[in-house]
């Protein structure tokens, strides 16, 4: 009887041994149960910098809907240097071998221009249940994180501004001669805009808007950080770049592009996926008319993807 302690407290250990093994087990089940799945977009090659980023968005929301993790391949990616997406932005994770081991199921996600094959991965990931324009409006905030050599230049042009500025954006280029978009007079812009700071940022892909400008407000300051040599930006013109030439031309379009979002007033068009990446991300942003577009800017409702124009318009 004397030894009837031990055997009690023997049994009682083994009890505990087996209840922390069963808990480990669970734990490992429930851990490759919800890794089995994850969602990766790859980056299309051809298409410009905002299409790709709000395909990322929507996969971004649709994987973070369903529980799986979400990845980017920016292997491909025309706008990369050396290290793809992280040449300029601090967030997300790029798939690798060791992320690809881990999971039995991995849902490519494509650009639309890929029409089946994103409507399979859609169906795939959620449904293809509809998006709110809200949604977007968050990721963005996820998502959109610039390094911290970007945010110092902005910060280091913004204290210059003495963050007192306006700014308006102004697409050419490409986007004109291939009737994405149609031409409006430099005037007839500034018609429908009511700026007060003295100090007025114009980000554009042509400098002939910011001499427009100047000529016909002389009584602003105005700023930009277009070269003179910029006379309407080609979208193809990128795949001749050299590695350095692409990573300064795409800092100073994300540095011109996030000053416009802070200014204490912003006007943009809505044709354009940058205007309307402008609008979502920034804080007082206006929209200037092209031709007889209806905007309806709701962000409670459910949109396509804002890469259309649509989802700003009745």
Known sequence: MK???YVYGFI????????????????KSAESFTNTTCVVYKFHKSVGFFSNFFFICEYYIRAKRAGYDFYIDSSDWSYSFKNGWHDYFDSLTEIND?????????????????KSEYENSINQIDNA??????????????????SKSIRDKVDTIMHKYNNRYDAIYIRRGDKITSNESKFIETADILKQISTTNKLLYIQTDDYTEVESIRKLMPEKTVETNTLESQR????????SYTPEEKKKNTEDFLIG???CA???QCWVDILSNVSRFIKLYGKNVNFYKISNETIDYD????????????????
């Open 98 to 114: 060791t992320h690809r081991n881990k999971y039995s199921n991995i849902i490519y996600g494509v650009h639309v221009s890929s």
């Open 299 to 314: 962000l409670n409702k459910d949109v396509v993807n804002p890469a259309f124009a649509s989802s700003f318009m009745k």
């Open 257 to 259: 592009i996030i000053l």
């Open 129 to 146: 249940n509809p998006i709110r324009l809200s949604e977007y409006s968050m990721a963005i905030t996820d998502i959109f994180k610039p």
């Open 12 to 27: 009682a250990l083994g009890f505990v041994l087996l209840s922390i093994l069963i808990y480990i087990s669970r734990s």
């Open 262 to 264: 802070n200014a204490n």
């Open 232 to 239: 309407g930006a080609n979208e193809s013109d990128r795949h």
């Open 3 to 5: 030894y009837s302690g």
